[in-house]
């Protein structure tokens, strides 16, 4: 090889090594002026200036942390879906244990928000059976009380917290469990017009209830003792049997539209009032 021909490939090898390092430095530049909008909760331009980084950086050095970002943005804008996917995208580039379950963990709460309660326990139940994980075991059950919080399984969500010594979810919990009415009694009580109504504290509805079945069984009962057979067939069956059923099922939908109250009611305290990490 010639002096000369040293003296090019020497320069080649530079110009790469500055050309590389140029390009390192815009890459950087431009993950921190994305960063910048998110970071200002502009999110539609943060994730605008992410897949333009995406886009030109080949190396993929800022994949994993782009597409976290990204998934953050889509999450607090409520694109659940898209949040979704690029947080498993950012899964699929981590580089440690410990980046994969920040991603995993991020998936388990776009699943508790979304109600798909079933994948988010199975997450976090592979979370859970990794020894990876074992020094994160009160963090993974954590999660698993706010999956049941959002299934309205509250009692099981008492339960979990626990587990943690998390006392105050666990009380919370605990508490609007026993402040839940059961739609099935309240529906097996109107056997007796009224019961299911005064189970539910509706008690109005549950008189006039009452007074409309002694009404319209009266009457029927009447009608057969005095030879109107026809009058009491069709008072009983149009009238005294719309009445009672219609108690039934009113007692039913009280019941539910009470623990709706309650469950919405400490949902909304959780959002706003509660300083503890949420999904």
């Excluded at 105050?168 to 402040?179: F, G, K, M, R």
């Excluded at 009983?236 to 539910?256: C, D, M, P, T, V």
């Amino acid at each position: 090889m010639t002096f000369a021909t040293k003296i090019f490939f020497t320069f080649l090898l530079i110009s790469v090594g500055t050309l590389s390092a140029i390009a390192q430095d815009l890459y950087k530049e431009q993950f921190n002026y994305a960063k910048k909008f998110y970071e200002k909760e502009n999110y539609f331009d943060a994730v605008t200036e992410f897949k333009r980084l995406l886009f030109f950086d080949e190396s993929g050095k800022y994949s994993y942390y782009a597409n976290l970002f990204m998934g953050f943005s889509y999450k607090y804008g409520g694109k659940f879906s898209d949040a979704l996917l690029h947080f498993s995208i950012a899964d699929m580039q981590a580089r440690t244990a410990e980046e994969n379950y920040n991603c995993r963990i991020e998936i388990i709460k776009i699943n508790i928000l979304r109600r798909t309660t079933y994948k988010a326990l199975a997450l976090i139940d592979s979370l859970a059976n990794n020894p990876k994980y074992k020094n994160k075991s009160d963090k993974i059950i954590y999660w698993r009380g706010w999956a049941y919080i959002f299934s309205d399984e509250w009692e099981r969500a008492a339960t979990t917290f626990s587990e943690i010594q998390e006392h105050h979810l666990a009380v919370l919990c605990d508490s609007i469990d026993n402040d839940l009415y059961n739609p099935e009694l309240a529906k097996y009580l109107s056997v007796v017009p009224g019961a299911g109504q005064f189970y539910t504290g509706e008690y109005v509805s549950g008189l006039i209830s009452i007074g409309w079945n002694v009404l319209w069984g009266y009457l029927t009962i009447n009608a057969f003792v005095e030879d109107r057979v026809l009058d009491g067939v069709l008072i009983g069956s149009l009238l005294w049997w719309r009445f009672y059923s219609g108690n039934i099922q009113n007692a039913e939908k009280f019941a539910i539209e009470k623990n709706l109250e309650i469950t919405n009611s400490t949902l909304h305290y959780l959002q706003n009032d509660y300083n503890g990490k949420k999904p």
